[in-house]
Antibody
Framework: QITLRESGPALVKPTQTLTLTCSFS??????????VSWIRQPPGKAPEWLAR???????YFTTSLKTRLTISKDTSKNQVVLTMTNMDPVDSATYYC????????????WGPGTPVIVSS | DIQMTQSPSSLSASVGDRVTITCRAS??????LNWYQQKPGKGPKLLIY???TLQSGVPSRFSGSGSGTDFSLTIRSLQPEDFATYYC?????????FGQGTKVDIK
């Protein structure tokens, strides 16, 4: 059974750095083709893909946020961490992590999401 | 950047109706197109990948078609559990952009 779960602060102040952790089970990020992506969704809006880390340590970021994002993995702990610097109220959203299959290019399992509000 | 435009943005339908949602890409994306269903308070659920391949466990009343720039998702006979918001997503570019969504509600 594959599960993912996001964790992190529900509230951050403007200019602070957001750190989110995705804890997963049921698959190994070290296996060929396995990846984990982060996607966010502001209230009432469409999802926005943010970043991805692959089994071979390749990293990908959405262009508009590339300078603010970092992604890392701990294969032994089955965790992926996303950090986003210089948070702004427009970054308020529900943040999801999802298992991603490299060759098939889809997100087949998603976490329940964690809401983040950016406010002073 | 590739823009993904879904239509309609919302529709009202009855149980048993045939429903079609379209998604247009601003440039050719071959068949790198996925469809997701999202219900309130939940993460998206993968329905179709590669434009027309049904994800395991998804009912056969869902189908997808298209290639290049024009794609569609069809629900053959709408069921009560299908009332939700549907998103397309291109995975041809480096940005994996989602469409703006189509909300399907009860007439």
């Amino acid at each position: 059974q594959i599960t993912l779960r996001e964790s992190g602060p529900a509230l951050v102040k403007p200019t602070q750095t957001l750190t989110l952790t995705c804890s997963f089970s049921g698959f190994t990020l070290g296996s060929t083709g396995m990846c984990v992506s982060w996607i966010r969704q502001p209230p009432g809006k469409a999802p926005e893909w943010l970043a991805r880390i692959d089994w071979d340590d390749d990293e990908y970021f959405t262009t508009s946020l590339k300078t603010r994002l970092t992604i890392s993995k701990d294969t032994s702990k089955n965790q992926v961490v996303l950090t986003m610097t210089n948070m702004d109220p427009v970054d308020s959203a529900t943040y999801y992590c999802a298992r991603t299959i490299d060759t098939l290019r889809f997100h087949d399992f998603w976490g329940p999401g964690t809401p983040v509000i950016v406010s002073s | 950047d590739i823009q993904m435009t879904q239509s309609p943005s919302s529709l009202s339908a009855s149980v048993g109706d045939r429903v079609t949602i379209t998604c247009r890409a601003s440039q050719s994306i071959s068949r790198f197109l996925n469809w997701y269903q999202q219900k309130p308070g939940k993460g998206p659920k993968l329905l179709i990948y590669g434009a027309s391949t049904l994800q395991s466990g998804v009912p056969s009343r869902f189908s997808g078609s298209g290639s290049g720039t024009d794609f569609s998702l069809t629900i053959r006979s709408l069921q009560p559990e299908d009332f939700a918001t549907y998103y397309c997503q291109e995975t041809h570019s480096a940005l994996w952009t989602f469409g703006q969504g189509t909300k399907v509600d009860i007439k």
